[in-house]
């Protein structure tokens, strides 16, 4: 299996609402990530997590709160969001954090395409 | 920070003709990366180059890293209705630090095949 699998593909949330993105993976890889991407526009990256610990936090709103209960699942909790954070939201992983000749590639998930109404 | 510049943003070329991308980076790399994301897609990892002058070759695609692992390009021939989409480099820095790892993207080349 070689997939990273994200729930839900569509999201559609209002400014006060609360939600959350999932992303899962099943490789035994250690390093887990979140990205953020508009339209034309390179993957952002958000927060970085390895073995379980949050690693890297580019400076994100609080607004988002990243969580990795287990070294399979990767949650992005949401909350007060405004309409510029709609965007597609990728989740990736590696076999590591990387660095070096042990880099692997990353695989990332199909996304989720949230729209802030 | 580390920056990765990739040009040109954009290139249309005709069914058959080929194609170039190019990336450099501001700092020395450790290793750098090509995705290529179809259009509705995702990224998908391509190639991993991690020698100073490393070549690596994909059928009809062939990558380089410089000499000095600051810049990279991809090369496809002959290209196809197929090849369509937007390619990523993605460098990884060398040195340490809290960034240790970060792979950073480069802006993207959006490639458009007419057939």
């Known amino acids: 299996d070689t997939e990273v699998t994200q729930t839900p593909k569509h999201l559609v949330m209002g400014m006060t609402n609360k939600k959350s993105l999932k992303c899962e993976q099943h490789?035994?890889?250690?390093?887990m990530y979140w990205y953020k991407q508009k339209a034309k526009k390179p993957p952002e990256l958000m927060f970085v997590y390895s073995y379980e610990k949050l690693s890297i936090n580019e400076s994100v709103p609080s607004r988002f709160s990243p969580e990795c209960p287990n070294s399979s699942l990767l949650n992005l909790h949401l909350h007060a969001l405004q309409p510029e954070d709609s965007a597609l939201y990728l989740c990736a992983s590696t076999k590591f954090r990387g660095g070096g000749g042990q880099d692997t590639e990353a695989f990332f998930g199909q996304g989720t395409r949230l729209t802030v109404v | 920070g580390q920056q990765v510049m990739q040009i040109p943003q954009y290139q249309h070329v005709q069914e058959g003709e080929d194609f170039t991308t190019y990336c450099n980076s501001s700092t020395t790399l450790s290793n750098i990366q090509w995705y290529k994301q179809r259009p509705g897609g995702h990224p998908v990892f391509l190639i991993q180059l991690v020698k100073s002058g490393e070549v690596k070759k994909q059928k009809r695609l062939t990558f380089q890293f410089g000499e000095a692992k600051k810049n990279s390009s991809l090369h496809i021939t002959a290209t196809q209705t197929t090849d369509v989409g937007t390619y990523f480099c993605?460098?990884?820095?060398?040195?340490?630090?809290?960034?240790?790892?970060?792979?950073?993207f480069g802006q993207g080349t959006i490639l458009t095949v007419h057939p």
């Open positions: 490789m035994g890889h250690r390093a």
């Open positions: 993605a460098g990884r820095a060398s040195t340490g630090g809290t960034s240790y790892g970060k792979l950073t």
